[in-house]
């Protein structure tokens, strides 16, 4: 239950994301693609942005241990963000070199241009979603231990207010 509860924003936010630059691709960039090589590309996309989104959230986990967000959050989000970017980059170069040998067609200067945008897109978004799931659980951690300091406290004030010393027992 806890796999889903962490992969089903992902694949949805994928299945989005996918739809829509497929959308915008056939709409108004390369040739028409066979519905074959069309549901291929789409779950090699989608598949993609889940393993991005999934090397975010390491990312994010194994830089905790170096730079915390409380030590430097903006240094934190900065190589955060342009760890992402890079992959995703050099994803979508190595993608681009598969679909230009395989598929037959150019990558115009525009559609790479477009496509850079939307992938820096991409990077920040699931950035965003990291961060601000990371912030989240951080700030429910710190409403559950305020809960408890304030038990605890409420705890030992009752049993001060009737607290009697004793003369003699006392050093």
Known sequence: ????????????FALVFSTFGFYMRDKHFVPKLDVETNILLFFVTTTI????WTFFANINQHLDKFI???KNPA???LIQTLLGVTLIVGIRL???????????FKIGKLERAIMLVADIFMALTVNLAVISNYIIKRWKESLTRNELLEKEKTLLQYHHQWYIPVQGLTK
């Open 1 to 12: 239950m806890e796999k889903l509860r962490r992969y089903l924003p992902r694949v949805i």
């Open 94 to 104: 190595i993608g681009g070199i598969f679909i230009e040998e395989n598929l037959h």
């Open 75 to 77: 240094l934190r989000i």
């Open 68 to 70: 915390p967000f409380d």
């Open 49 to 52: 942005i889940v393993f991005v």
